[in-house]
């Protein structure tokens, strides 16, 4: 059976009602390292799977390939369904997001440098390594 690839779980993302109240929680009372905090979200390092918190949001499971289009069309062959077609962020990744049957939410997505071509296996090693040093 052809595989789509997918590697680990890169990120997790999860609703908060009050981002404030749970970066708290997450911080101080889990003692998780914070690697960013931004009006609309706040990410932590759970021994390398980031780990998101967005006010309002639904769970999403962020899932790692090398090749987001590759693996959309191998996903889409198999009738899996597509809520956003693969796109680059202005964050630096390329995703695409679909749903299973039960509507949870999944995100494919890599961490390609655009700069110098290099598929990273980790945001912050795409953000340290390459976004920040090509500038
Ligand atoms: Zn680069």
Redesign the pocket.
Known sequence: MKSSRIKRIAHITIGVSDLKKAVSFFEDVLGLGKMGEWPNYAIFDIAGVSFGLEPRAKLEICLLVDDVDEAYRSLKEKEVKFVTEPKDQPWGVRDATFVDADGNKFVIESFQ?K????ICQSYPELLK??LR??K
Not at 115 to 118: E, Q
């Open positions: 440098c700069v110098c071509g290099k390594e390459h040093k090509h």
